[in-house]
């Protein structure tokens, strides 16, 4: 299973990003593709996922309303659109993999089996 999250880089407050997650090795469709993020001094926290094949997705408080995540299922890409971006949106991105059944509001606890490396995004005031 291979994860590879690009996209990332300097915006200015409420300026808009794109990430993306190209995922493969996968031997079903059923997983679900989840984005956290960490920054610096803080622990990582989990920010969006969407189910891979039923388009069920669930977002922390934090960024709800700004991101959207959705997926290509042709290209096998989960992106994340991130608008109205803030300082504190200031992170490394990473994307993970859930090849179980999707867990919503459980991944504010837990984390995903599968993570690709991250996209640094930095966000100026």
């Known amino acids: 299973v291979q994860l590879q999250a690009s996209g990332g880089g300097l915006v200015q407050a409420g300026g808009s990003l794109r990430l993306s997650c190209a995922a493969s090795?996968?031997?079903?469709?059923?997983?679900?593709i989840g984005w956290f993020r960490q920054a610096p001094g803080k622990e990582r926290e989990f920010v969006a996922a969407i189910d891979w094949s039923g388009g069920r997705t669930y977002y922390a408080d934090s960024v709800k309303d700004r991101f959207t995540i959705s997926r290509d299922n042709s290209k096998n890409t989960v992106y994340l659109q991130m608008s109205s971006l803030k300082p504190e949106d200031t992170a490394v991105y990473y994307c993970?993999?859930?090849?179980?059944?999707?867990?919503?509001?459980?991944?504010?606890?837990?984390?995903?089996?599968?993570w690709g490396k991250g996209t640094l995004v930095t966000v100026s005031s």
């Open positions: 090795g996968f031997t079903s469709d059923d997983y679900a």
């Open positions: 993970a993999a859930d090849p179980q059944r999707f867990k919503g509001s459980d991944y504010l606890k837990v984390g995903m089996p599968y």
